[in-house]
């Protein structure tokens, strides 16, 4: 007989012969019967499977332990206390696969720094099972958003030559002898030999061949793996993130603004038209106000400020009692509980910052007439801080090269991308989104590294 999935069967009407297959999340039995409530994953809701201990050996019925792996047949039977329309009355149960005590998601209730130790197993449980599925929707609300919007899916290489963002915390691409490496007379590696000829790492972000992309085809998104060698070991950061980059051509900074907020606001309306049980769950078991703050988001415009009025904000706040572990003077990086006092406690909104000092963004972007700030544009959520950074990026070549020159950049790896500038050069703007912080906020996960199956962290690349 053809398997049906549970979240199929839980519609389906009553009186037919069905074959369903899954793991066991719980078992209960009596002298008489068996309940038994199965999981395949499809669905965050179990099918309860009755077992009537006349048709069923005792053995085969010990078996049917938590996590255990079933095909079961039977008739599908209008339910009358399971709390679903519809069970499964047994004819038939075989044991796919049995599951011992040592499983070790037995227990409810673990630690989610438990689960993490066991990340393999924890995607069976149904905390874990509803954060993936919400996250390939997620994944689908985005090519679903751009594809409409008329945005070319774009793809960037993942190894580079090239540090996006500046910031250094790249990780190496050798195929080379680390025992036995040759160096120049300054104590240099030399990488001539090495598989590309060059020093080469892994992506920070696809943003500078965005830009090669949204200069010929207009508007394009990347949506791939990047990666970060900060040592940050906070709920907020992965080593191994995904993150989708668009990049527009004759874009200026307020239709920017303007797609980050209305990108945003898709998203988690999609999550609320097509996650709705999972985030039903979550809403009940890991965060009592989170659809309450997904409407409200969706509901509310978000505020526009420059980072000169932020700084102010703040230090009004400071000057009225409120302390903070960072200082906050105008030039400095703010820093999450800087961005978080702004949305959670001054606005109640998220909040798009833009016009940074110089000093503290990446080089690439739009110089303004003041020449002290750039034209950034990071978008601030509720219990995330920065989700979004972005950026009207610098078109000019004169001023572009001078802002390199000023930091003491090598444009050795950079001469295709400044062509960019040297040839039809155009306004352009883009932005990133990190797509865990994206599920941090349409979950209500506490930690970055339970919206992804198999976190890499400073320390931890098991699984
Ligand atoms: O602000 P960032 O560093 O911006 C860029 O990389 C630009 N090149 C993007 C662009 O304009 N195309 O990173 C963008 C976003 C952050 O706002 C954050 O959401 C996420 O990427 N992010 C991380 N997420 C998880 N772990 C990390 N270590 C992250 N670093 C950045
Ligand atoms: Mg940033």
Known sequence: M???????????????????????????????????????????????????????????????????????????VQSVGSGQAVEVQATSIDVLGDCGADYPMQKKGQSFEYMRQHAHMRLRTNTFGAVMRIRHNMAMAIHTYFHQHGFFYFHTPLITASDCEGAGNMFQVTTKNLYDLRKDEQGRIIYDDDFFGEQTSLTVSGQLEGELGATALGQIYTFGPTFRAENSNTPRHLAEFWMIEPEMAFYDKDDLMNLEEDFIKYCVGWALDHCADDLAFLNKMIDKTLLERLHSVIGQSFVRLTYTEGIDILQQAIAAGRKFEFPCQWGDDLASEHERYLVEEHFHRPVIMTDYPKEIKAFYMKLNADGRTMQGTDVLFPAIGEIIGGSVREESLDKLMAEINRRGMDTTSLEWYLDTRRWGSCPHAGFGLGFERLLLFVTGMQNIRDVIPFPRTPGNAQF
Not at 30 to 35: A, R
Not at 50 to 58: E, I, M, N
């Open 2 to 76: 053809k398997r049906t999935k549970i979240t199929d069967l839980l519609t389906a009407t009553a009186g037919q012969d069905v074959r369903v297959c899954g793991w066991v999340r719980t078992h209960r039995g009596s002298k008489n019967v068996h309940f038994i409530a199965l999981n395949d994953g499809s669905t965050i809701n179990n099918i309860q499977v009755v077992a009537d201990t006349g048709k069923f050996s005792d053995e085969l019925l010990k078996r049917a332990t938590t996590g255990a792996c079933l095909a079961v047949e039977g008739q599908l």
